[in-house]
């Protein structure tokens, strides 16, 4: 058993080994063939490849090691019917060869000849070519090619020259005349070498039919007229009436009836023969109708009457149905009606006939191809399957990795739901302040996001038909939630401006009801879209919701992390600006000795101190308190009154102002200014806190230090 692995296991290593170092070779011949080779891609897979692929079948192939060399090559064919029924025609034929390998060795007892297996493809092609698939027939040629190319000897070159022919013949059915005169010619040069008269004569004319294509018609017939190419071959024999005909036609295209007539007339006369038969009856049928064309109906009835006497010994149904129709119309227009009738019941009969044989094998190729279909259905099915698994659980990793992020984020927005309000207004104000410019850069920026968010991640159950949806279709629910959200703010925006008025105590709730709409809307009107397509359910729904809902929560955060580190920015630059200010002013300024009493509003308490003395004053409910610099401490002192008495008492000094609802402060007083993310906030030498600038006054109190520092 160990023999039979390593003997045939050596032989296909040879034959991969052969197949790919094909072109190498210094014969003669095959360097003539090895520009058109190069073309060619690598044709057969390695072993170990095919089998891993075949394995895919339903487990077809298991262990081939102990199986024996017959029923390896069963399993092959088994293999190769199942490529074939699923279309997947390339596969089947590697594997169709691999079975000719195997079956052939094993007969021969070790030895194989490269040449019956080309003469296999061949074989193989010729089937695919009269199918009229050009294109696959292609491929079982160039396999050929490769296999003769082995055969060093005369069979292995003729083989070569047969593969070249037909590799031409598919492109120029395929509407490739370039590429398929460059192929001829490369026929034509290695039929030279061989000396193989009917190749050569062949290959010119192939040539020719390329220039025909081409429009080249006056080198076509040069080549077709060539008296060292027309001697070649027996005179009136089939090859040489097909390039009669050609020849003809080439007359015809380029505007020399009277020669093309000739040429036909020529074929029409020799006498017919089981192989040439078709060849004459064509060209009695091209002068038939001619003649019927110009009205010269005595000689378009000799023609074709020419043709129904040859027809009369060598049948041919399809031939004999053009005839009748012609002569049909012919009698008609000579008003003999009597014979026209017989022509007219003949040409039915025939059609009706072959339109029956056309209908059976329609019905009988229909009925193959349902097979295949029901197959190839199959097949699709499981790798359908698969590919719809992989797809789901690629996506559901990257959905659970999401709902990890926003479980968190979700977490700390309702643990910290007060922490949000200046983060919204935060950002908000940040929009407020930049360019129109930068406000449509933004703009744009998010609806990529969206789109690409939206593109990447889709819902589980359905991610595999979703992502076969086109590009269109992907980029919708990106531009659902884009426009949703758009409409939302600018509805917001609206409402503010006209009729809605938001307090601070009352913006965090504003902002989880924005949420909900944004969200709600969102997916109504994705679910709209799915359900359009048919691709809804309940564990659908929920994952949906989470995309929904992660689409807006991770760039609202990723927004608050870039607008605090701008804003910082910013406001240290400001700070830092409002401090020296203030040193500057400190420095220059020379405060007035004046002393100032405030009363109380219900009781008889009261306040006096030195205007350049006082620190600030701070609301507490009904009362304020003083903080009084004296002696390099601070005093505090509690008075009934409120804050707007007491601006209202202080407004002659411009340098005690309103910071805060519930701060007044002295400017003068002020040590330095500190900046973050939740605005400026005010520091003093004494033992006093901080004081925070409410962001309705921060204008106001940069105007001011500017004003001071300005008369200075």
Request: one cysteine or more; proline letters at 2%.
């Amino acid at each position: 058993m160990l023999l039979v692995i390593k003997k045939y296991g050596f032989l296909l290593f040879t034959l991969l080994l052969c197949f790919n170092s094909l072109g190498q070779t210094n014969n003669k011949t095959i360097e003539n063939t090895k520009e058109t080779e190069k073309s060619y891609d690598s044709i057969l897979l390695s072993y170990d490849s095919v089998l891993l692929k075949d394995k895919t079948f339903n487990g077809k192939i298991k262990d081939f090691d102990d199986s024996s060399q017959d029923a390896y090559t069963q399993q092959l064919k088994q293999i190769n019917s199942i490529y074939f029924n699923s279309q997947d025609y390339q596969k089947a034929i590697n594997t169709y060869i691999r079975s000719i390998i195997i079956q052939r060795t094993n007969y021969d007892k070790g030895s194989f000849s490269f040449s019956h297996l080309g003469w296999h493809l061949i074989e193989v092609g010729n089937s695919l070519f009269r199918l009229n698939d050009y294109r696959l027939a292609e491929y079982p040629f160039q396999l050929a090619l490769k296999a003769f190319s082995f055969e060093q000897n005369k069979a292995g070159y003729e083989g070569v020259v047969t593969s070249l022919n037909n590799i031409g013949l598919c492109r120029l059915s395929l509407n490739n005349p370039r590429g398929a005169l460059s192929v001829f010619t490369r026929t034509n040069t290695l039929s030279n070498i061989l000396g193989e008269s009917q190749r050569m004569f062949i290959s010119k004319v192939y040539m020719s039919m390329c220039y025909t294509e081409m429009g080249n018609y006056s080198l076509s017939i040069s080549l077709l007229t060539d008296s060292s190419n027309i001697k070649l071959v027996e005179k009136d024999c089939a090859l040489d009436l097909f390039r009669l005909q050609h020849l003809g036609k080439n007359y015809m295209a380029e505007g020399k009836t009277e020669f093309a007539l000739n040429t036909y007339k020529y074929i029409a006369n020799v006498d017919a023969k089981p192989e040439t038969f078709i060849n004459i009856c064509d060209a009695c049928l091209t002068l038939s109708k001619y003649y019927y064309s110009i009205k010269d109906f005595s000689s378009a009835k000799a023609y074709g009457h020419r043709a129904e006497s040859i027809l009369n010994s060598f049948y041919d149904l399809n031939l004999q149905t053009k005839f009748d129709k012609i002569l049909y119309k012919i009698y008609k227009d000579e008003n003999n009606f009597q014979k026209a009738l017989k022509y007219f019941e003949s040409f039915n009969e025939n059609n009706n006939y072959l339109n029956t044989i056309k209908i059976h094998e329609f019905i009988k190729d229909y009925n193959k191809k349902i097979e295949k279909i029901a197959i190839s259905n199959e097949i699709e099915k499981i790798d359908g399957d698969r590919k719809r698994a992989e797809s789901e659980k690629a996506n559901q990793q990257r959905l659970s990795f999401f709902m990890i992020i926003i479980t968190i984020l979700i977490l700390v927005i309702i643990f910290t739901g007060k922490g949000f309000e200046p983060k919204i207004q935060l950002i908000k104000d940040f929009f407020e302040k930049i360019s129109f410019s930068e406000k449509m850069i933004s703009t744009v920026v998010f609806l990529f996001y969206f789109i690409l968010f939206y593109y990447f991640f889709t819902p589980v159950i359905h991610t595999f038909e979703i992502q076969q949806l086109c590009f269109i279709i992907r980029i919708l629910p990106g531009l659902i939630a884009f426009f949703t959200l758009s409409f939302l703010i600018l509805l917001m925006i609206y409402a503010e401006k006209k009729f809605l008025i938001i307090s601070e105590e009352n913006k965090y709730k504003i902002f989880i009801y924005f949420l909900i709409a944004l969200f709600t809307l969102t997916i109504l009107f994705e679910s709209i879209l799915f359900i359009t397509f048919d691709l809804f359910s309940l564990n659908f729904l929920l994952s949906m919701s989470l995309i929904v809902l992660a689409s807006f929560i991770v760039p609202f955060y990723a927004l608050i992390l870039v607008v605090e580190r701008l804003l910082i920015k910013h406001m240290e630059s400001m700070s830092k600006i409002l401090t020296d200010n203030l040193a500057q002013t400190k420095q220059s300024f020379v405060p007035k000795e004046d002393s100032i009493t405030i009363l109380s509003e219900k009781t008889r308490g009261k306040v006096t101190f030195s205007v350049k003395d006082l620190i600030a004053i701070e609301a507490q409910g009904n009362y304020c308190m003083f903080y009084i610099m004296r002696k390099q401490v601070v005093v505090q002192k509690l008075l009934h009154t409120t804050m707007k008495s007491l601006e209202a008492q202080l407004s002659p000094y411009p340098q005690i102002v309103r910071c805060h609802k519930s701060f007044l402060v002295n400017i003068h007083q002020v040590s330095h200014v500190m900046g973050n993310s939740r605005g400026y906030t005010l520091h003093f030498s004494g033992d006093i806190d901080q004081i925070p600038i409410s962001r309705g006054y921060q204008k106001n109190i940069m105007n001011i230090i500017q004003e001071f520092k300005e008369k200075l």
